[in-house]
């Protein structure tokens, strides 16, 4: 307030902090700045004499077993994760932490230095149950140079619209800024350096269970259809936007190459239509001198040679003749082994794991009844699963709905991994964003609250499952089974509870 008990509004505008300490670009040699292409957000970058890589996810799925890789790696590339000086991660995501990948790192370089950003959940938070034994793992700050040798620095920003957990980074080699903007919706905010030597982001969409996970009301399958080609338009469009507003000198779209190859995603697969990146890369070269480069996995990038002349022949050096760019198998089993593992355990035996499970999440006081109902691969009911009523109003368990206004979700989730996740206390985008549920709500209104609770907020240590197994057999082997029966009432379902103890 001034003098005069008027309100002043000031606006902020602090300087960008890669302004801070500027550098002049030096001219590079042919073969001192290389970026390798391996596979969907990996990159090899060779800067002088030093080594980095992002985000490396080379085997196994991600999202519980929803997402695969679509490109087939190089097949070096665990001596090129070995050899690198230093490893950054954007954030917690398995497309992007990839704990199959950081064993097999682990078992050879246990110590290789990884730097995340210092977001509000922590990126490696489930490190100590993965089992993967990581010992140098740096946590930095937003907006602050890391020096890293005379000629290389880094710098990792938050996302603006999930600050909690995604990030983006600046690389600068004698001058020469690299931008990867990786999965952030709003990278820093929007402010972010123009006319960088290269720029990388996604591209594709398809990231998420909506729509395709739905079913009722209005998402039939044309609506589907005509939502997914809509809004990744939208995407391509502001991609081309945002590329033209920044002006790299070179633009390269990744972190968008997996698939739904599982047998049981068939429809998803169908469905999920996604960008295509020599699309995105035609539009942004329609509207601007920006040159663009749609990666295969092991092709080469010198940038020496791009900034000098970008048509010399050498400046992409593209894999060998005959090189497997694209996977045409998976290995499934080993994966799904671990999923199906927590089918059989002791903790499902007892009823009482609901109410363990739901007060440890810790979602409470929100008008929202959610009926999980555990299915087969099919979506059908799982012969003996649970199918159960959650009031999050009270956090009570009903055997049928509430008589006051409510909005009411009902989840339908395969049962090997909704297990999975609930013995392990992982994030919910293992189901979601992992196709691995079947979703209607009415009404048709998303609430965030409780998806952003599940899917970023749970407790960074799991359920205490052995001191629950504990009480339960000092309290005798009490075993519910749960089925519905439903009525003629429209939107409520009844439920019978017999004791099987």
């Not at 097949?75 to 000086?85: F, G, I, P, V």
């Not at 363990?356 to 099919?378: C, H, P, Q, S």
């Not at 009480?471 to 009490?478: H, I, L, T």
């Amino acid at each position: 307030m001034d003098e005069n008990n008027r309100l002043l509004l000031l606006e902020l505008n602090p300087p960008n902090p890669w302004d801070l300490q500027p550098r002049s670009p030096e001219e590079l040699a042919f073969g001192e700045v290389q970026i390798t292409y391996l596979t969907h957000a990996c990159m090899d970058l060779k800067l002088g004499d030093k080594r980095m890589v992002f985000d490396p996810w080379l085997i196994g799925p991600a999202f519980a077993r929803g997402w695969w890789l679509l490109h087939e790696p190089p097949s070096d590339w665990l001596e090129r994760l070995c050899q690198a000086d230093l490893i950054y991660i954007s954030h917690l995501h398995s497309d992007h932490l990839s704990y199959p990948t950081l064993k097999k790192l682990a078992g050879r370089r246990p110590d290789i230095p990884i730097y995340v950003g210092n977001t509000e959940r922590p990126v490696f938070w489930n490190l100590n149950q993965s089992g993967v034994q990581l010992t140098n793992i740096n946590v930095m700050p937003f907006g602050i140079w890391q020096q890293v040798d005379k000629n290389l620095r880094f710098m990792i920003l938050m996302d603006g619209v999930h600050p909690e957990m995604d990030t983006c980074i600046i690389v600068e080699y004698k001058g020469h800024k690299i931008l990867n903007t990786v999965d952030c919706t709003r990278p820093n905010g929007g402010r972010l350096p123009m006319k960088v030597a290269l720029m990388m982001s996604d591209f594709a969409g398809g990231a998420s269970g909506f729509p395709m996970t739905f079913s009722g009301g209005k998402f039939t399958e044309e609506w589907k259809a005509q939502f997914i080609k809509t809004e990744r338009k939208k995407l391509l469009n502001y991609k081309a936007r945002l590329v033209k507003n920044l002006q790299p000198r070179i633009y390269c779209p990744f972190a968008g190459y997996f698939v739904e190859s599982h047998p049981s995603d068939k429809y998803i697969k169908e469905t999920n239509t996604k960008n295509d990146p020599n699309e995105l890369n035609n539009l942004i070269k329609k509207n601007s001198d920006v040159i663009t480069w749609t990666p295969r996995p092991g092709a080469t990038l010198d940038l020496g040679r791009m900034l000098k002349d970008p048509t010399d022949s050498k400046g992409i050096i593209e894999p060998p003749e005959g090189t497997k760019i694209y996977k045409d198998s998976w290995d499934f089993e080993p994966y799904l082994e671990i999923l199906n593992a927590a089918v059989g355990d002791e903790i499902f035996l007892h009823s009482s794991w609901i109410k363990e499970y739901f007060t440890w999440a810790g979602f409470k006081d929100y008008n929202l009844v959610v009926r999980m109902i555990e299915t087969d691969e099919d979506f059908n009911p799982f012969p003996g699963g649970y199918d159960y009523l959650v009031d999050f109003l009270d956090l009570s368990f009903p055997k049928e709905r509430p008589q006051r206004e409510h909005p009411y979700e009902e989840i339908h989730s395969r049962v090997d991994v909704i297990r999975h996740v609930v013995k392990n206390g992982l994030l919910w985008d293992e189901l979601y964003i992992g196709f691995q549920t079947r979703l209607q709500r009415d009404p048709d209104i998303y609430h965030h609250l409780f998806w952003n609770h599940f899917q970023i907020k749970l407790p960074l240590t799991p359920p205490n499952w052995k001191s629950f197994l504990m009480c339960c057999e000092q309290n005798g082997p009490g075993i519910l089974q749960f089925s519905t029966e439903r009525t003629n009432e429209p939107n409520r379902n009844k439920f019978s509870v017999e004791n099987k103890a």
